[in-house]
């Protein structure tokens, strides 16, 4: 049994550093806005007309 609770020890420890670090990233990292931009070719606002 002792493997187990070792096993089981370390599981929650290595979901501690990862749950830390995501609140670490939470709290210490600020997003950057900037501008975005998107070209739309011409032909898929006005597509041109079919004949009949």
Request: zero cysteines; hydrophobic letters at 50%; aromatic letters at 10%.
């Amino acid at each position: 049994m002792p493997t187990l609770f070792r096993f089981l020890f370390v599981l929650a420890v290595i979901a501690g550093i990862i749950y830390g670090s995501m609140v670490a990233l939470v709290f210490l990292v600020e997003p950057r806005e900037r501008d975005v931009t998107v070209r739309v070719p011409s032909e898929r606002l006005n597509p041109p007309a079919q004949k009949p």
